[in-house]
């Protein structure tokens, strides 16, 4: 192999590393900047969703940071631990909101902050993350329609048990037109978010 054939394979080689290098920096950068957008962006959904759920005057403190943890459970459809946000007034409970899950939705898991008063009644229910078709079970967003707020205020006594049902199955919730399934699982876990915050008080507050 001559001199020159040799120094141009020394090149290209030197070229691709560079390249190489280049283009991981360049991955590596954008990944760290764009990370840290999100999770802010997404702290501000959260925000917004939670602030949405509860009348500002009633509470005096940063529900943000009053959390707890709480272990997996079957009633909130969790499978690790979810944070829950404490409302309060001068100190005093108002409301919990819970990061519930349906595990049953048409197109798998529908992720929901529940709001509860303290006295058990509901603050209300927001969707948060869903793969429901649109269309058909996307009708629980609340900017697709008023669905969701047919929840603002009912309990575990209003309406009774048989009542935490769609319609369709003999209970007081609008199903959509052709599609039962999702709003059925909306129904059964915001029911079973409100039996186990029944079941949890003590150790919410
Ligand atoms: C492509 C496709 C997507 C569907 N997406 C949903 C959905 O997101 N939510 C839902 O409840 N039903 C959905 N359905 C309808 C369900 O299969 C089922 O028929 C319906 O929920 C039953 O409600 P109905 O008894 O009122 O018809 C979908 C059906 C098809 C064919």
């Known amino acids: 192999m001559s001199l020159t054939n040799r120094r141009q394979i020394l090149l290209s080689g030197i070229f691709l590393w560079l390249f190489a290098v280049a283009g991981t920096t360049l991955v590596a950068v954008t990944e760290y900047t764009t990370g840290d957008r999100i999770i802010e962006n997404e ?120 009542g935490w049902q769609v319609k369709r199955d003999g209970g007081e919730f609008d199903q959509f037109t052709g599609a039962t399934i999702t709003p059925r699982a909306v129904v059964a876990a915001v029911h079973n978010t409100l039996l186990y915050y029944q079941q949890n008080l003590n150790t919410i507050f």
């Open 43 to 162: 702290r501000q959904l959260l925000l917004r969703n939670l602030y949405a759920l509860l009348p500002v005057d009633k509470l005096d403190n940063d529900i943000a940071t009053d959390t707890l943890e709480l272990p997996a459970s079957t009633l909130l459809g969790t499978d690790r631990t979810s944070t829950i946000y404490r409302a309060r007034f001068g100190g005093k409970p108002v409301a919990a909101i819970f990061n519930s899950v349906a595990p049953n939705g048409y197109n798998g898991k529908i992720h929901l902050l529940v709001g509860v008063f303290v006295d058990g009644s509901l603050a209300g229910v927001r969707v948060v993350k869903h793969a429901e078709t649109p269309g058909l079970g996307d009708a629980i967003e609340i900017r697709k329609s008023s669905w969701i707020k047919g929840f603002d205020g009912k309990s575990l006594s209003n309406p009774r048990q048989r």
